[in-house]
């Protein structure tokens, strides 16, 4: 179903260029950028998460400058997007508040800019989203990627965007668009009330 669709940025856990866990830090542009095509699309909610402190500090005041102060109504439309963000620690967390607002756990897709055996196409993977009942969560990965411990508790992993280039390291802000662009296209939930 299109209208339980959600997407988490994952800070931590991922890998850092010598293949160990790491924390990543969270831009600016990650947020607004990512929520702003969260709202184009319907997505649902949209989650960072991030295990320091400092990190989530700076990014709820973000969300709170756009959503509740100056920028409220400098930027309507800002607000907007911003109003889909939400920050945890821990992905455990974002499966904790979706089930929390859903009353189910979500299924979960993987995505990797590494191709893998077990991938599935985004025609699979978009046919998987509009059948499914349940919600459904997609993972980014910031950094040098997702961790496999991560990938073992998906239900899927889709295919990178460009797995046959040469040259594979879009920014995070623009693999987010194209991979739901291709998932959900332009059949988005228009005027869907989140209030």
């Known amino acids: 179903m299109l209208n339980k669709i959600y997407v988490a940025l994952i800070h931590y856990p991922v890998l850092g260029r010598d293949g160990r866990i790491v924390s990543s830090a969270v831009t600016n542009l990650d947020v607004h950028d990512i929520a702003r095509t969260s709202r184009t699309y319907g997505i649902k909610g949209y989650y ?11 990014v709820e005041k973000v ?7 100056f920028g409220k109504n ?19 967390e974002v499966l904790e508040d979706i089930e929390k607002i859903e009353g189910e756990k979500p299924v ?38 997702l961790p496999n411990e991560i990938s073992e508790m998906s239900d899927y992993i889709i295919e990178p965007i460009r797995a ?11 693999a987010v668009a194209i991979i739901i662009d ?13 209030s």
């Open 48 to 58: 960072i998460v991030t295990n320091l402190p400092a990190q989530k500090d700076i």
């Open 63 to 69: 969300i709170d400058f756009w959503t509740n102060g």
């Open 74 to 92: 400098y930027n309507p439309s800002r607000r907007e997007a911003l109003r889909l963000v939400k920050v945890k620690e821990y992905l455990e």
């Open 108 to 145: 979960i897709f993987f995505t990797s800019a590494k191709k893998r055996e077990t991938s599935i196409s985004f025609k699979e993977a978009s046919k998987i989203l509009r059948e499914e009942k349940r919600p459904s969560l997609i993972l980014f990965g910031t950094s040098w990627g």
């Open 164 to 174: 046959g280039s040469d040259y594979n390291h879009l920014s995070v802000r623009a």
């Open 182 to 194: 291709r998932l959900i296209g332009e059949e988005t939930i228009i005027g869907r009330d989140d």
